[in-house]
């Protein structure tokens, strides 16, 4: 009977409080890659001017191209054990067809200087 009443306990209190991997000390997390992985040489092939083919072809689909804000595209991506942790972002602005600036953690100070 006291056995009984202990498991009941036990499982009770386990399902009340949640279970998680950071509870464990032991556990692997497994890194989780989301968004678009952009590298500096990426970056670097980037110039002013550029058709939205072009910028699409050097840096992949955006992960965000939104229908009401035509002028710009946002890739993220994020590498962080569970998917957790602070973004790298390059947002990319359009004027017409032409890629006019880069804006983001991942964007360069200097862009379309020569």
Known sequence: MRVLLFSLLFGTA???TGCSYSDIPFAYEVPVQQGNIITEDMIEELEPGMTRRQ????LG???IED???NDRWDYIHTHAPGGGGKPDRLTVY???DRLVRLEGNLA???FGDS
Do not use: H, I, K, Q
Request: glycine share 6%.
């Open 14 to 16: 386990a399902v009340v």
């Open 55 to 58: 910028v699409r072809f050097v």
């Open 61 to 63: 689909t955006p992960a």
């Open 67 to 69: 229908m009401f804000r």
């Open 94 to 96: 359009f004027e017409g």
């Open 108 to 110: 360069p100070d200097n």
